[in-house]
């Protein structure tokens, strides 16, 4: 479980990350997670490389890959998916958001999937294929993220009254042909 609280006046919001302890070229990632309700804040599982530096090319240096990230104040029925690269600076680049539907889900949870190839991303929401795109794939090392992030220009306003909130995820899993 990832939280965002208030303590004080401050708001508090978690991050769980691999780096420096499990990072792979390809593969599929799966998570299971039960999304946050709270305008102003969003859940994300997203995949980074350590080299995704100013002036880079995800090719050679990496990406940030959004396998989801979900913004309840303007999406409420779906996930964005998106790829960034460059570095946070002037030379930052992004493709997307690519939006993919939420299915029912099972219990308030939805699973979340990412087929990662030598020549293409895939996305899955609930079982079904969101994305599929053969363009600015990485091929360097990514490590995992869940985070829960707060950013009215993001997310919208926050609702403080709705604190506090949970992405309660029920597992990741990754799997190598």
């Keep these: 479980m ?3 609280q208030l303590r004080g006046d ?9 780096d420096n302890h499990f990072s792979t070229t390809y593969g599929y990632f ?13 859940p994300a599982f997203w995949l980074l490389s350590r080299t995704n530096k100013d002036y880079s090319r995800p090719e050679t240096h990496g990406a940030e890959i959004d396998i989801f990230e979900y913004y309840s104040h303007s999406k409420s029925d ?11 600076g002037v030379t930052h680049r992004v493709e997307g958001p690519v939006w993919g539907a939420l299915g029912k889900g099972e219990d308030g949870y939805h699973t979340f999937g990412f087929e990662w190839t030598p020549t293409s991303y895939t996305t899955y929401v609930d079982g079904k294929k969101t994305y599929h795109g053969d363009q600015l794939i990485s091929h360097v090392p990514e490590y995992i993220l869940l985070s829960v992030e ?20 029920d597992y990741v899993r990754v799997y190598k042909k």
């Design 30 to 42: 799966e998570c299971r997670a039960r999304l946050t309700r709270t305008k102003g804040i969003w």
């Design 2 to 4: 990832i939280s965002a």
């Design 150 to 169: 707060v950013d009215a220009a993001v997310a919208g306003p926050l609702n403080r009254a709705d604190l506090p909130d949970q992405f309660v995820v």
């Design 10 to 18: 401050s708001v508090l919001a978690g991050i769980i990350t691999t």
């Design 78 to 88: 779906s996930v964005a998916h998106g790829l960034h690269w460059g570095g946070y």
